[in-house]
């Protein structure tokens, strides 16, 4: 299993970014799949996650309605869509997949157990 995290970058306020998350060594579809960050000197936070079962998608209240989770089973990828960032967004993201197959979607980092590497996202003025 292998996750591979990509996408970030240096942007100012109001921009967008898209991170990409490949997985290889598993079928995509068969488990929840969470995006989580860590900025520095914060404990990590969940920020998406995407059901396996219906490809529901799931929100921490600080980015609804500016970032959006979708899944490309066909590419083995999943993304996450941000729009008008704040520098409060700055923060390692990763990606992260349950080893639970069709287990429930959370935003509990400790409920994951395979990791991508993490892109660092940074915004500022």
């Known amino acids: 299993v292998q996750l591979q995290a990509s996408g970030g970058g240096s942007v100012q306020p109001g921009d967008s970014l898209r991170l990409s998350c490949a997985a290889s060594?598993?079928?995509?579809?068969?488990?929840?799949i969470g995006w989580f960050r860590q900025a520095p000197g914060k404990e990590r936070e969940g920020v998406s996650c995407i059901s396996s079962k219906n490809g529901s998608t799931y929100y921490a209240d600080s980015v609804k309605g500016r970032f959006a989770m979708s899944r490309d089973s066909a590419k083995g990828t999943v993304y996450l869509q941000m729009n008008n960032l704040r520098p409060e967004d700055t923060a390692v993201y990763y990606c992260?997949?349950?080893?639970?197959?069709?287990?429930?979607?959370?935003?509990?980092?400790?409920?994951?157990?395979?990791w991508g590497q993490g892109t660092l996202v940074t915004v500022s003025s």
């Open positions: 992260a997949s349950r080893s639970l197959m069709f287990g429930e979607a959370t935003m509990t980092w400790t409920d994951y157990d395979y």
């Open positions: 060594g598993f079928t995509l579809d068969y488990y929840a």
